[in-house]
């Protein structure tokens, strides 16, 4: 399988080169376009109705896009949202990422969701997709993408609606903008993601759950 990706930073599009017999897997609604070649099947998300469910809580769809080659041939697929997309080579590790950061990768990639209500609830932790193996993995991100590497020991707080992914030798945590509850509500913050060092965090320019706010002052209310 050969990759390239197009149109950065903000309309990018990722074009997938699969040789016969190769198959490559996506979210559910990500194509673009395809080659005649390329068989497209739709596949459920996670084991069995509980499997889907916690799936879905950690931002993936019930669905996804399993595409298959009979003969050489291309797929393009985008992100939901303008913006950038990550690519990296898992090599055994594991990647944490934001529900709905997963765009597409090797079939051999293991997906799963990391989380629990009572750990929300109690502000230690978040719904997170959970990304092992080996193979190719594309994140999507919206607008664009900076990388910030971590020391050991080294903290770092990002913005939760800003956070894509983090190694798996980073730590983290949830906490308020801000010290006190209305200074992290005037400051027009929410929680934030204090991580620990050493490893790599990926971090988007914009935040999605911001737009939609700012979209819905705009929506005339009825009456």
């Known amino acids: 399988m050969e990759y390239k990706i197009e149109n950065r930073p903000v309309f ?16 559910a609604g990500a194509m673009v376009s395809m080659s005649t070649s390329i068989e497209l099947k739709s596949r459920t998300t996670g084991k069995g109705l509980g499997g889907m469910f916690k799936a879905a809580i950690g931002g993936e769809g019930f669905f996804s896009s399993e595409f298959s080659a009979s003969s050489p041939g291309e797929v393009v697929l985008a992100p939901p949202v303008p913006g950038d997309i990550i690519d990296m080579k898992i090599s055994g590790q594991t990647v944490f990422c934001q529900g709905g950061a997963y765009l597409a990768g090797s079939p051999e990639l293991e997906l799963s969701t990391q989380g629990s209500l009572k750990g929300l609830v109690s502000g230690e932790g978040l719904f997170l997709q959970k990304i092992s193996g080996r193979g190719d993995l594309f994140l999507s991100c919206y607008g664009a993408v ?11 707080i990002v913005d939760t609606g800003h956070m894509v992914a983090f190694e798996e030798t980073v730590n983290y945590k949830i906490r308020k903008a801000a010290k006190g509850l209305m200074s992290t509500v005037l400051s027009g913050e ?25 979209i819905a002052k705009l929506v005339p209310s009825k009456g």
């Not at 990722?14 to 016969?20: A, D, G, M, N, R």
Request: proline share 2%.
């Open 190 to 214: 929410g929680l934030t993601c204090e991580f620990s060092g050493p490893g790599k965090v990926w971090i988007q320019s914009r935040n999605i759950k911001g737009f939609a706010a700012l």
């Open 146 to 156: 900076s990388i910030k590497e971590l020391d050991a020991g080294e903290t770092y």
């Open 12 to 27: 990018t599009t990722l074009q997938v080169q699969l040789t016969s017999g190769e198959t490559f897997k996506a979210e």
